[in-house]
């Protein structure tokens, strides 16, 4: 079975620019979450959504933005960036329905210059 | 508030010597906990996780509510331990798609 999958691996965008991460469950997995880990600290909670609903939202900006598609992948949207979203963008899925660990993707690395 | 704390950003060890990587918590509920491993800076891996009480690798964790930690250990460290460690709390109860992270511990086996 593929685990998570996140596309790109790596990205390079100017400031202000926007950008949009893909994130592939595993396969029967229905929530996913999405963390930001700024090098040198551990991940922070960013989103989960859970059957297409938002679920939970940490501490960022409305800049961040996420939605869950039907077949249960996910996208994070971010607008205007800044320097500091320089970062490597994590995401992971769970089945959701118990208190299965999470499962976490290689990443995407995101660079603003 | 929901935190966690690892106070070591670095643990170096001999190899063949115990290994305790702490983590204390900020929870007002009954806490989940987790260790993942983060290979390569990149992946994260589950390590363990409190209510399962299974041993990985050799490495253990006991939750104290008492004391409100987690501390990973192992008796013995080997080369292939060395590595990137977070301690994880599960912030939302029920509900493990929130996890809140410590700052993480790199452990280093020195020969």
């Known amino acids: 079975d593929a685990g998570v999958t996140q596309s790109p691996t790596h990205l390079i965008k100017t400031r202000g620019q926007h950008v949009t991460l893909r994130c592939s469950p595993i396969?029967?997995?229905?929530?996913v979450s999405w963390y930001q880990q700024v090098l040198g600290q551990g991940p922070q909670f960013i989103f989960q959504?859970?059957?297409?609903?938002?679920?939970g939202r940490g501490n960022f900006p409305d800049r961040f933005s996420a939605r869950q598609f039907p077949n249960y992948s996910s996208e994070l949207n971010v607008n205007a960036l800044l320097l500091g979203d320089s970062a490597l963008y994590l995401c992971?899925?769970?089945?959701?329905?118990?208190?299965?660990?999470?499962?976490f993707g290689d990443g995407t690395r995101l660079s603003i210059l | 508030a929901q935190r966690v704390t690892q106070p070591e950003k670095l643990l170096s060890v001999f190899k063949g010597a115990p290994v305790e990587l702490k983590c204390n918590y900020s929870?007002?509920?009954?806490?989940?906990l987790f260790w993942y491993v983060q290979y390569s800076r990149q992946r994260l891996q589950l390590l363990l996780r409190?209510?399962s009480r299974e041993s990985i690798k050799g490495f253990t964790a006991d939750l104290n509510k008492g004391e409100t930690s987690f501390h990973l250990k192992k008796p013995f460290a080997q080369d292939e331990d060395s590595d990137l460690y977070y301690c994880?709390?599960?912030?939302?109860?029920?509900?493990?798609?929130?996890?809140?992270f410590g700052q993480g511990t790199t452990l280093q086996v020195k020969p």
């Open positions: 409190h209510i």
């Open positions: 396969s029967g997995h229905k929530s």
């Open positions: 929870y007002s509920g009954s806490p989940e």
């Open positions: 994880a709390l599960s912030g939302l109860a029920g509900n493990t798609g929130k996890l809140i």
């Open positions: 992971a899925s769970s089945p959701g329905h118990s208190n299965q660990p999470q499962h």
């Open positions: 959504y859970y059957e297409k609903e938002e679920r």
